[in-house]
């Protein structure tokens, strides 16, 4: 891995969300995808282990919600910053999650374009 590479790890079940969000990742030339998974218990593991400075992560998934997953990875003292891409775009949703340390919080529907927009912005931070 190249050297002042944002890191990102997706965590979403659908396959075609996963692969768009892949595709526009892959246009920022300053963004490395490091992992993907469509299963919690995969999800906690990997991002433990991969150690991502950004989770884009959805909340309904197999194996337990995102909102497990979030819980989980903050509990272990996961840094990353924790982005919401989801379908329950509901105020309720979007509250516990950020009561759970989200950072952020995106409805598919009108938002998904936002996550590449905070990505652009976390570079810019960086540099």
């Known amino acids: 891995m190249q050297e002042g590479l ?3 790890f997706i965590v979403d079940d659908s396959p075609v969300v996963r692969e768009r969000l ?3 990742i892959s ?3 300053d963004v490395n995808i490091v992992g993907q998974a469509d299963i919690a218990f995969e999800a906690i593991e990997s991002i433990r282990k991969l150690n991502p400075q950004v989770v884009v992560l959805d909340i309904s998934m197999p194996g337990g919600s995102g909102l497990y997953v979030l819980e989980m990875i903050r509990k272990h003292s996961v840094k990353a910053l924790v ?3 989801t379908n329950f775009g509901h ?3 979007r509250q516990k999650c950020l009561q759970l340390g989200a950072d952020y ?3 598919k529907s ?3 374009e936002q996550v590449i927009e905070v990505l652009k912005g976390v570079r810019r931070q960086a540099r």
């Open 6 to 8: 944002t890191t990102v």
């Open 22 to 24: 892949s595709s526009m």
């Open 27 to 29: 246009e920022l030339s």
């Open 83 to 85: 982005l919401m891409l």
């Open 91 to 93: 105020e309720q949703y």
């Open 105 to 107: 919080f995106f409805d």
């Open 110 to 112: 009108t938002e998904f």
